[in-house]
């Protein structure tokens, strides 16, 4: 299922067959007459006397064409709150597939609470990602819903609405990088896909075997020894910052399949240690999404990129490394 979001100022249907209004934790309709019929207004008051208002979302059909959504919102309520409404109304688009068309009013919020409607399909996006390119079930028709959202204040809210973009667009490449199976995602692919954010305005630097061998990060390298893969150490820099600050520091692990090597791991939920590299997928997705929002920071992220794997070249238990401090090691278990 697929989400399309139109912004659209000033245009209103108030016979939309669907209709997404926001009222206050007590279902308060007043006022609402501008956007609902007067027969609208009571019939909805008398369903609300035999519903449960703490439920946060609450469907009426006033017709067999048209139904009204409120969703109330409390006076002191989080972002993070109204992310969540946001999340729980996708939930709700799911189950309600013979409707692909919703009109969300901006117009009328309850305690005036500033980009609420923004964080509301904050939310809803986050809570519609799936991972399916693999699948090969073309049976299953894309369903695809059009949320329009209508208000006077659609264009003043283009400056948070791009920040909250660019948070998605992080998280979402984090996503991305974490379900991808061990045999696509590799230490090799990961630095090709990692090379890309440079069109992002990123300072992407690449340290391969030879250049990490030379550096003495034998340690990092003993991990990876084993993989026909190659091993790596990627850094990613932004400076968004006039000022010469010392920048935040992200460092994140990146072992994209980690089998246990010579310690080999049981075969039970062996499949899950794809996502030993989960850490560096958090680390790539947040410079991603410093760069699209132009932060006014300097931030730089570390990521190390192996497979761990057995085989005649694999690290043993009982070896040495010398790693990059100038500490001798002793593997004891190369898991």
Known sequence: MSITVNYKKNEYKKNSSQLVLFVNENFNLLDL???????????????????????KILVFEVSSKRKIILISIKKDIKNSEIENLGAKFYDFIKTNKKNNQYIINTDHLPYKKTNLAEYFLHGLKLKSYNFNKYKTDKKKKNTEINLNIVGSSVKKNSLIRSKLNALLEGVFL????VSEPGNILHPDEYVKRILK??????????????????????????????????????????????????PLAFVGKGVCFDTGGISLKPAKFMEDMTYDMAGSATVVGLMKTLAM???????????????????????????????????????????
């Open 197 to 246: 954010l440079r069109k992002f305005g990123l300072k992407v630097t690449i340290h391969d075997q030879k250049k990490l061998k030379r550096l003495g990060f034998n340690a990092l390298l003993g991990v990876g020894q084993g993989s026909i893969r190659g091993s790596y150490l990627a850094t990613i820099e932004w400076n968004g910052s006039k000022n010469k600050l010392k």
């Open 174 to 177: 984090t996503r991305d990088l």
């Open 33 to 55: 007459t501008k956007y609902i019929s007067k027969n609208e207004y009571s019939l909805v008051n008398d369903l609300l006397k035999s519903r449960d208002t703490k439920k």
């Open 293 to 335: 929002r132009r932060s006014k920071i300097n931030a730089v992220g570390v990521v190390g990129l192996v497979e761990n794997m057995p085989g005649g070249n694999a690290q043993r238990p009982g070896d040495i490394v010398k790693s990059y401090s100038g500490k001798t090691v002793e593997i004891l278990n190369t898991d």
